[in-house]
């Protein structure tokens, strides 16, 4: 199974380890793509910081982001799974994980990023700032930046198992599953039911779409749940106990899209 994750806006600060070693991480295959999102990214912001500013879309109270971004071949690093914190990876809760479960996430979890791709949760990586969404100077648009080249290397990162994909939307610009790899792919949206007069009203809520995400995939992960394809994952989730709402795509080679449903927001 591999779980694709989107990365989080905030980011814990950068560690004291050794300055990033691009050829240490995952994906080797992206290496050429990083060294140029990382060469643009730093010039922009040792360059202009007003500039900066405005092409990552921070506000005057991030400004501080821009000088991070400037120093990221000689900050410090840890792990991905570390660097990236928020609501989903709060849920998630990768260091509590007991040493089988940890061990699985570092071999099925990939985070996408504009700056790098994707990344495994293990990669030793700097704090950063660099959505998805930015269009940085010389490159363009790093959805259609990163999505050739992702399209090069996630046929074999994904093998031959379920994929389930719980990224946000600016972030599967990077790269839409196709074909063969589509039929076992599974989207998941998490809908919050409540009665109202009497009538069921579902709707997505942001934060708690975030955390129930996180605690799934940790439920799978502490389970060592294996399931090979999506109607499986359908009946693995119902056996941790959620609610899911599942149909067989309509043509052949489309994901699945699965409903899982809230009651409780918490």
């Given at each position: 199974?591999?779980?694709?994750?989107?990365?989080?806006?905030?980011?814990?600060?950068?560690?004291?380890?050794?300055?990033?070693?691009?050829?240490?991480?995952?994906?080797?295959?992206?290496?050429?793509?990083?060294?140029?999102?990382?060469?643009?990214?730093?010039?922009?912001?040792?360059?202009?910081?007003?500039?900066?500013?405005?092409?990552?879309?921070?506000?005057?109270?991030?400004?501080?982001?821009i000088a991070k971004n400037a120093e990221l071949r000689t900050a410090g690093t840890r792990p991905a799974g570390q660097v990236y914190t928020g609501v989903l990876y709060d849920a998630l809760d990768l260091a509590s994980l007991d040493t089988a479960a940890r061990r699985r996430a570092g071999k099925s979890l990939l985070v996408f990023s504009g700056l790098w791709g994707a990344v495994r949760v293990g990669d030793r990586i700097p704090s950063y700032r660099c959505?998805?969404?930015?269009?940085?100077?010389?490159?363009?648009?790093?959805?259609?930046?990163?999505?050739?080249?992702?399209?090069?290397?996630?046929?074999?990162?994904?093998?031959?198992?379920?994929?389930?994909?719980?990224?946000?939307?600016?972030?599967?610009?990077?790269?839409?599953?196709?074909?063969?790899?589509?039929?076992?792919?599974?989207?998941?949206?998490?809908?919050?039911?409540?009665?109202?007069?009497?009538?069921?009203?579902?709707?997505?809520?942001?934060?708690?779409?975030?955390?129930?995400?996180?605690?799934?995939?940790?439920?799978?992960?502490?389970?060592?749940?294996?399931?090979?394809?999506?109607?499986?994952?359908?009946?693995?989730?119902?056996?941790?106990?959620?609610?899911?709402?599942?149909?067989?795509?309509?043509?052949?080679?489309?994901?699945?899209?699965?409903?899982?449903?809230?009651?409780?927001?918490?």
């Amino acid at each position: 199974m591999l779980v694709l994750l989107p990365p989080s806006e905030g980011k814990a600060t950068s560690g004291r380890g050794a300055p990033l070693k691009p050829e240490s991480l995952s994906l080797s295959g992206l290496a050429g793509a990083r060294a140029a999102v990382l060469d643009a990214l730093v010039e922009l912001c040792l360059a202009d910081e007003d500039k900066a500013r405005e092409v990552l879309g921070l506000s005057e109270g991030l400004r501080g982001e821009i000088a991070k971004n400037a120093e990221l071949r000689t900050a410090g690093t840890r792990p991905a799974g570390q660097v990236y914190t928020g609501v989903l990876y709060d849920a998630l809760d990768l260091a509590s994980l007991d040493t089988a479960a940890r061990r699985r996430a570092g071999k099925s979890l990939l985070v996408f990023s504009g700056l790098w791709g994707a990344v495994r949760v293990g990669d030793r990586i700097p704090s950063y700032r660099c959505s998805m969404g930015v269009s940085l100077p010389g490159l363009g648009a790093l959805g259609p930046f990163w999505r050739t080249r992702m399209d090069a290397v996630m046929p074999e990162v994904a093998g031959d198992g379920l994929v389930l994909d719980l990224r946000s939307s600016a972030y599967t610009a990077a790269w839409k599953p196709k074909g063969e790899i589509a039929a076992r792919t599974a989207s998941v949206r998490v809908l919050h039911s409540q009665l109202v007069d009497g009538v069921e009203k579902r709707s997505v809520v942001s934060h708690f779409n975030k955390a129930t995400k996180g605690r799934i995939v940790r439920d799978l992960l502490v389970a060592g749940a294996r399931p090979g394809r999506p109607a499986q994952l359908v009946e693995t989730l119902r056996d941790l106990g959620y609610t899911v709402e599942a149909a067989a795509p309509a043509r052949a080679g489309q994901a699945w899209a699965l409903d899982v449903v809230v009651t409780e927001i918490h």
